[in-house]
């Protein structure tokens, strides 16, 4: 793509908001549109560093609302979708499975609805080609399940095995993304990371190193 108009979900937690400040200085060319509902992982703060940016458009909303997910396709003619926002704490999830379930599987539909709308049905239905677009899945290496002390490391080709509400959700939203792949022809990419900590990530994820302030 000569320019990429982005819809970054997420994009005001640690990984997210990362993501947006190195895309912004590595493409100044591209349009990145931030959304995030703010949630405890999420800081509207963690974008001061760009907000300034002309090219940086910050919305907050909800991934399940798919009506505003269609609008902001049209409206910024988004052709790539960056999918970070994720209910992410392992030990919430076996206390609070419920927000899990909605955000990381009726979420991640949500959005894979809409971009097989605007990306794939309308432009059939109006006898045009699909144009080009990417929808970008980050998921986990936790759908794998757990390693031992001895274990080779995970694959690419391991076995799904989620242990924890939070895995299974993930696992099922990885499913989803596959899944409108190959019946719809959407153009998707999953990656598995494990885990992260840096530059404003929540200490309750990061115990015992607190790396809110900047190395």
């Given at each position: ?14 990984i997210?908001a ?5 895309w ?16 405890y ?26 009506a505003?997910?269609?609008?902001l ?23 609070e ?8 599987i ?10 097989k ?5 309308e432009?059939k ?15 986990t ?23 924890s509400?939070y ?28 885990n ?18 900047h190395?």
């Amino acid at each position: 793509m000569e320019q990429r108009n982005i819809l970054v979900t997420g994009g005001a937690g640690f990984i997210g908001a990362n993501f947006v400040h190195y895309w912004l200085a590595q493409y100044p060319q591209d349009k990145v549109i931030v959304l995030d509902a703010l949630t405890y992982a999420g800081n509207k703060a963690n974008l001061d560093i760009v907000a300034n940016n002309s090219n940086m458009t910050f919305v907050h909303g909800n991934i399940c609302d798919t009506a505003l997910i269609e609008s902001l396709i049209d409206t910024h003619q988004l052709n790539t979708i960056v999918h970070f926002a994720a209910e992410s704490h392992v030990d919430r999830s076996i206390t609070e499975p419920d927000a899990f379930i909605e955000t990381n599987i009726l979420g991640t539909y949500s959005l894979l609805k809409a971009a097989k709308k605007k990306w794939i049905d309308e432009p059939k239905a109006q006898g045009k080609p699909t144009p080009e677009h990417r929808f970008h899945h980050v998921s986990t290496d936790e759908v794998y399940g757990t390693l031992n002390a001895t274990d080779p490391a995970f694959t690419e080709e391991t076995a799904y095995a989620p242990n924890s509400p939070y895995s299974a959700s993930k696992a099922a939203s990885d499913h989803l993304v596959r899944a409108y792949h190959h019946t719809y022809g959407l153009e998707v990419t999953t990656s598995n990371c494990s885990n992260n900590y840096g530059y404003i990530s929540l200490p309750r994820k990061t115990d015992p190193v607190n790396c809110y302030q900047h190395p």
